[in-house]
């Protein structure tokens, strides 16, 4: 089924480990966006792309990197993972046109322990 | 600065009771309004949109939103609940490049 992809589902960190989430989208669409989600705090947004080789920063971005050399695919990093970061982190992506919807993924569950 | 208010952080009904989640912006451009729904353990659906014209949207499963320009509002509504809308429900508003999401309201539907 088309949407979006998120790799991995679950995962616990050390402070201070890196790691990569990896989100991928097969429906075209120019925009991605990575959004973390906490309790009583809603989405918040992270960083987004609006197209290949582009990337901006969102709302809480300090943190964290992400890269989109592909137009598929949006990569979330962390150098240096906090326990402030334990998380769950949502990908989503929409295309460019007026009164686009975003399509989201299932999640990532970050623990950072 | 571009934001969205809901004003319930959790809501208790029992079945059938009819349901109105408030929901407020604050944007000065062109207004999308978004509602959202996430059922637990799952990622968020989409339950409706205004974009333009009738400020009365309808969207699945029953709920609808109205959006009025003088209050800010887009509120949800469900004449009658169920047991399966227990869920987040998430009101957002589209910014530059991006949607801005409200804290969501938890919703607990008792049979």
């Known amino acids: 089924n088309a949407g979006v992809t998120q790799t991995p589902k679950f995962r616990v960190l050390k402070t201070g480990q890196s790691m990569t989430l990896l989100c991928a989208q097969d429906?075209?669409?120019?925009?991605m966006y990575w959004y973390r989600q906490d309790p009583g705090m809603g989405l918040r947004l992270i960083h987004y792309?609006?197209?290949?080789?582009?990337?901006a920063k969102g709302e809480v971005p300090d943190g964290y990197n992400v890269s989109r050399l592909k137009k598929q695919n949006f990569l979330l990093g962390l150098e240096s993972a906090a326990p402030s970061q334990t998380s769950v982190y949502f990908c989503?992506?929409?295309?460019?046109?007026?009164?686009?919807?975003?399509?989201f993924g299932s999640g990532t569950r970050l623990t950072v322990v | 600065a571009q934001s969205v208010s809901q004003h319930n952080h959790h809501v208790i009904l029992s079945e059938a009771a009819s349901l109105e989640l408030g929901c407020n912006y604050s944007?000065?451009?062109?207004?999308?309004l978004f509602w959202y729904v996430q059922y637990p353990g799952q990622h968020l659906q989409l339950l409706l949109k205004?974009?333009?014209?009738?400020?009365l949207v309808k969207g699945i499963k029953g709920f609808e939103a109205e959006f009025i320009k003088s209050k800010f509002s887009f509120n949800l509504r469900k004449p009658s609940v169920q047991w399966s809308d227990t869920a987040e429900y998430f009101c957002?508003?589209?910014?530059?490049?991006?949607?801005?999401f409200g804290a969501g309201t938890r919703l607990a539907v008792h049979p």
């Open positions: 989503a992506s929409s295309s460019a046109r007026e009164g686009r919807s975003y399509t």
């Open positions: 429906m075209n669409h120019e925009y």
């Open positions: 792309s609006v197209g290949e080789g582009t990337t």
């Open positions: 944007y000065g451009g062109t207004v999308n």
């Open positions: 205004y974009f333009s014209g009738d400020p």
């Open positions: 957002a508003v589209r910014g530059y490049n991006k949607l801005i």
